[in-house]
């Protein structure tokens, strides 16, 4: 089982950022995927989901700014991050749905300032 995160880095507030969970394992298998962020010292929280057959979800506080999307040939999922605020900075992660274990990827670090 793996799930890789990439794409974490610095940006300045308002710029954008693209991250990557590559899982091939769970792509090919149409389950569906979230992303979670936690900050340093707080809980981690939900950010969006895409189901097996492209269905997305956003949490309020990235409504209208992030975008999730996935390529089933390159079998990765995608948060597109614009309009980047400094409480974007967190660890993001990729979870598979529960219904496919619920299984976490290593996290990306991402740093607004």
């Known amino acids: 089982v793996q799930l890789v995160e990439s794409g974490g880095g610095s940006a300045q507030a308002g710029g954008s950022l693209r991250l990557s969970c590559t899982a091939p394992?769970?792509?090919?298998?149409?389950?569906?995927m979230n992303w979670y962020r936690q900050a340093a010292g707080k809980e981690r929280e939900w950010v969006s989901w895409i189901s097996g057959d492209g269905s997305t979800q956003y949490a309020d506080s990235v409504k209208g700014r992030f975008t999730i999307s996935k390529d089933k040939a390159k079998d990765t999922v995608y948060l597109q991050m614009n309009s980047l605020k400094p409480e974007d900075t967190a660890m993001y992660f990729c979870q598979t749905s529960i219904s496919c274990g619920g299984y976490w990827g290593q996290g990306t670090q991402v740093t607004v300032s």
């Open positions: 394992e769970f792509t090919s298998n149409n389950c569906g």
